[in-house]
């Protein structure tokens, strides 16, 4: 790799991989140690082809989730089963893994700004801006970038775009597998949400269990199923479906969402 090598967004690769490794190396006991994070199905990332692959997944906080992500995939990729042990896999990080969030909400500080430099596609949200509801339309080059980044290698999104559960999948997920027509792979995880405080930046709490189930691809007809039916799929598959309400009381889930709110982050006194 040229030092001064870059990816389809201008980034030079040799910066991307030293930021890699030492946001992994600060993060590793987030996931290793405070709380313990399990994995199934590092086999089905050693499987997937280097580019044209799109990760779906439910959402539950801004950065470690995706964070995680680029813990537990790297660490497949190095052999390691369903496993983070020894964090030496961040030695020779895949540098083609991207990820899809809020252009405002990557903008916002230094620290957000080195994230974005990491892999984020940067977007507009068409329904949300500063706090307030919105309705705008998609801009093409945001589609465009997500196409650039999935002919380069692997795209992490949330198409719920928010972190509160249960709510509807934008369709421009949709859209864009259809349009792209990658390889797309669900990834389920709990337990981030009682880690963290909602940005992902802060333990709110040790000793969680947290969760991360990465799935075999999802088959699609690309060119007959709709984009109706295309969502339905992801609903399912990243366990999000209204249905699934149907195991959890709204009463009880709405009692767990009012408690996350309440809860507050403390320096522990360990």
Do not use: C
Not at 119 to 146: C, H, L, M, P, Y
């Amino acid at each position: 790799m040229g030092v001064f090598k870059k990816n389809p967004f201008g980034h030079y690769l040799f910066i991307k991989k030293w930021l890699i490794r030492i946001l992994g190396l600060l993060t590793h006991q987030r996931y290793k140690g405070f709380n313990k994070l399990e994995i199934e199905g590092s086999d089905v990332i050693r499987s997937l082809p280097d580019n044209n692959v799109l990760f779906v997944s439910n959402h539950q906080t801004y950065f470690a989730d995706v964070v995680a992500m680029f813990h537990v995939f790297n660490a497949s990729l190095s052999g390691r089963d369903d496993s983070i042990k020894n964090i030496g896999y961040l030695w020779n990080p895949k540098l083609n893994i991207y990820y899809v969030a809020a252009r405002e909400t990557m903008s916002k500080s230094l620290l957000t700004r080195i994230l974005a430099y990491v892999g984020s596609i940067s977007i507009e949200r068409t329904w949300r801006a500063g706090g307030q509801e919105v309705k705008r339309q998609v801009k093409f080059s945001d589609i465009s970038n997500i196409g650039r980044a999935l002919g380069d290698g692997w795209v992490i999104t949330f198409p719920q775009g928010t972190t509160t559960p249960w709510k509807p999948l934008r369709k421009g997920t949709a859209h864009i597998i259809k349009t792209y027509k990658p390889v797309v792979v669900p990834v389920v995880i709990d337990g981030f949400r009682r880690s963290f405080d909602k940005k992902g930046l802060f333990i709110k709490k040790k000793g969680i269990l947290q969760h991360m189930v990465i799935k075999e691809p999802l088959d699609i007809d690309y060119e007959n199923d709709t984009v109706g039916e295309i969502m339905e799929k992801l609903e399912y598959a990243i366990e999000q479906h209204p249905s699934f309400l149907k195991v959890i009381p709204m009463e009880e889930l709405m009692a767990y969402e009012e408690s996350n709110k309440e809860r507050r982050w403390r320096p522990s006194r360990d």
